[in-house]
């Protein structure tokens, strides 16, 4: 099961850091990701990271603003979100696999077995 926390209010250019915690899995093996599903749209690709190699894949959006990074002795991965848009404005979801994906792969929410419940971030003066 996946928690994720961290969601909130914060001002256009502030920063958020996104947590997901993992009970009864781990966030040492294969692959952990975030997706984000804004008002009226479909759920899409944030982040991901391959915990093997450390490869990360972002989003073209929020490359240079985001970072994903884990904590394996806290079972955690988390997401800094730094200047943060109004359109950066959804729920946003963890989830992970234990499958090695290759990083062509790792934005496809297909590939990914167990996901958290979503956390609200709204970005608004």
């Known amino acids: 099961q996946l928690q994720a926390s961290g969601g909130g209010l914060v001002q256009p250019g502030g920063s958020l850091r996104l947590s997901c915690a993992a009970s009864?899995?781990?966030?040492?093996?294969?692959?952990a990701g975030w997706f984000r599903q804004a008002p009226g749209k479909e759920r899409e690709f944030v982040a991901a990271?391959?915990?093997?190699?450390?490869?990360?894949r972002y989003e073209d959006s929020v490359k240079g603003r985001f970072t994903i990074s884990g904590d394996n002795t806290k079972n955690s991965v988390f997401l800094q979100m730094n200047s943060l848009k109004p359109e950066d404005t959804a729920i946003y979801y963890c989830a992970r696999t234990d499958r090695n994906w290759i990083t062509g792969a790792l934005r496809d929410e297909i590939r990914y077995d167990d996901w958290g419940q979503g956390t609200l971030v709204t970005v608004s003066s």
């Open positions: 009864g899995r781990a966030f040492s093996i294969g692959v």
């Open positions: 990271i391959r915990w093997s190699d450390r490869a990360t």
